[in-house]
């Protein structure tokens, strides 16, 4: 059974004032809060068994390892990847990507051609302008129209033998629109031996991942927007290309043999991460994972899309504000702002004054803004804790800030 005040209960931050008010949290895109249980897994590998993995035969290490070994194996089964070393420890999205980006740069050449789409983050951006600076590639982005959506009959004109990477994200953050990836990843596979990578920042939070399904040669996302400590993430890769592709650091734990001639990588997943891991973190995500399949996918979709279209239905009835992306399916987010206001930051101040924290500004996404002709939105994200009540309370926040403002 779907239980909120329970669910509520596990976050302590979220019973606090802020400014003197309830705080109602709504920037879960750019980080989720974090249940007893992961606060309590990061602190008792603290507490009890804080050593470094994989390098002692010490019994501390040996825990240590045993618990950030069985973190992965709970990552595995979360995503669905076929082993346990496909799944690759980073400390974020941002990190996988440019690992990747990293990882590929040998194989690119002069006039090869890497697509993304124009719902891009930055960090699935900027990666590929710097191989593409490197290597002499193309960067080609799909289009969207004015409701945000794909313009997959782009692919269709533009995929080909030149086109080495495909990347592009599940569910857009500053607009929460999910895209077709399943679409993408088949036209992209009828037409090219592209490698698929699928940016899963803003859906590994909200509906089930399935990698083999999704037959992508690629998956990332962050840890700290699915219930876990900042500082971790994953990567997903296929068992073939990750044992094909160069690493991306050099150091400790990636090796198998090292010396001054000449050395050797260590097998997966190690090859991929050298240095010393976020161990406490990593053990903590794990925890998030049982925090999310106690929930159950489909309990948590259901909430979240109720609260989505709840917020839709509502802040639509505030006259003079647009929604952007109204028209796509969405998930999370609802991105909006009031017209004749022209700085959406001005809308968060006085929101944030009524304790309702949500982002304003361009979210990383400046194409997005610019296909806009705007310099930001006010975006107010969900997660598996919110309410209705707090929908309302931010229904009525936006009214003041429009007469204070407008
Ligand atoms: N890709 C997408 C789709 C994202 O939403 C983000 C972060 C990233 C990549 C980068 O993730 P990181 O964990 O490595 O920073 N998005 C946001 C956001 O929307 N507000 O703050 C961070």
């Not at 799909?142 to 995929?159: A, S």
């Not at 240095?275 to 053990?283: D, F």
């Amino acid at each position: 059974m779907f239980d909120l005040q329970n669910i509520r209960s596990q976050f302590p931050i979220l019973s606090q004032k802020v400014n003197g008010k309830d705080l109602v949290y709504l920037d879960n895109a750019a980080t989720s809060q974090k249940p007893l249980a992961v606060l309590d897994a990061w602190q008792k590998y603290y507490t009890e068994i804080n050593a470094n993995v994989h390098r002692g035969i010490h019994t501390l290490s040996q825990l240590a390892t045993e618990e950030m070994e069985l973190s992965r194996r709970k990552i595995q089964k979360f995503i669905n990847a076929k082993n346990d070393f496909e799944v690759i420890f980073t400390k974020g999205t941002t990190e996988g990507i440019n690992l990747i980006a990293y990882s590929l740069m040998n194989m690119i050449k002069e006039n090869d051609e890497i697509i993304i789409s124009y719902l891009e983050h930055h960090s699935n951006i900027v990666p590929w302008q710097m191989l593409c600076e490197r290597t002499g590639a193309k960067l080609k982005v799909i289009p969207i129209d004015q409701n945000g959506i794909l313009q997959l009959d782009f692919l269709d004109e533009n995929l080909s033998e030149k086109t080495k990477i495909v990347s592009v994200n599940q569910v857009s953050n500053a607009l929460g629109i999910v895209n077709p990836v399943e679409e993408i990843i088949a036209k992209t596979r009828a037409k090219s031996d592209a490698f698929i990578i699928i940016d899963g920042a803003q859906s590994a939070p909200h509906f089930k991942i399935d990698v083999q399904k999704l037959d992508c040669d690629f998956f990332v996302f962050s840890g700290h927007k699915l219930y876990a400590p900042m500082g971790t993430g994953i990567l997903y890769g296929k068992e073939e290309i990750l044992r094909k592709i160069e690493p991306f650091h050099g150091g400790g734990e990636m090796i198998e043999t090292c010396s001054f001639e000449k050395t050797t990588y260590a097998d997966l997943p190690f090859k991929f991460e050298a240095g010393t891991p976020n161990v406490g973190g990593n053990i903590a995500l794990g925890a998030a994972i049982d925090f999310i399949e106690n929930i159950g996918h489909e309990n948590l979709q259901n909430h979240e899309n109720a609260l989505l279209d709840y917020a839709q239905k509502k802040l639509l009835e505030i006259e003079g504000l647009r929604i952007y992306g109204e028209k796509a399916k969405r998930t999370g987010v609802v991105s909006f702002n009031l017209e004749g206001v022209g700085i959406s930051s001005d809308v968060g101040m006085i929101l944030d004054k009524l304790g309702i924290a949500v982002r304003t500004g361009h979210h990383c996404t400046q194409p997005i803004m610019n296909f806009f002709g705007i310099a930001g939105t006010v975006r107010a994200s969900f997660a598996v804790y919110n309410t209705f009540e707090e929908i309302d309370i931010l229904v009525e926040g936006v009214k003041k800030a429009q007469r204070m403002l407008g």
